[in-house]
């Protein structure tokens, strides 16, 4: 006759490794995070307040005013899309 044995398989907990504690990464990944957050929102201020400064010294008239506005615009926008789309995958 067959003999049956019982086989003991361990638990999952009891086959991890051991765990380090937590570090402090994360909390430098979202300062950094907010950090560029801030610095891209004082570049897109800085524009408009330096705007009375550049048609001045320029001499520029509202309408090209407006297409150095367009151009930034264009030019940030299509960054934030490739940039976007790169930290996705």
């Known amino acids: ?4 044995r019982l086989v003991v398989v361990p638990r999952a907990s009891e086959q991890d490794p051991p765990t380090r504690a937590p570090t402090r990464a994360r909390y430098t990944a979202a300062a950094f ?3 560029l957050i801030g610095v891209a929102y004082l570049d ?3 524009i408009a307040t330096a705007a009375p400064a550049i048609k001045r010294d320029l001499a520029l008239s509202d ?5 150095v506005f367009s151009a930034f615009t264009f030019a940030y926008g299509s960054r934030r899309i ?3 789309r790169a930290a996705s995958t």
């Open 1 to 4: 006759m067959l003999e049956r």
């Open 82 to 84: 490739s940039c976007g």
């Open 44 to 46: 897109r201020v800085c």
């Open 33 to 35: 995070t907010l950090a």
């Open 63 to 67: 309408a090209a005013m407006g297409l």
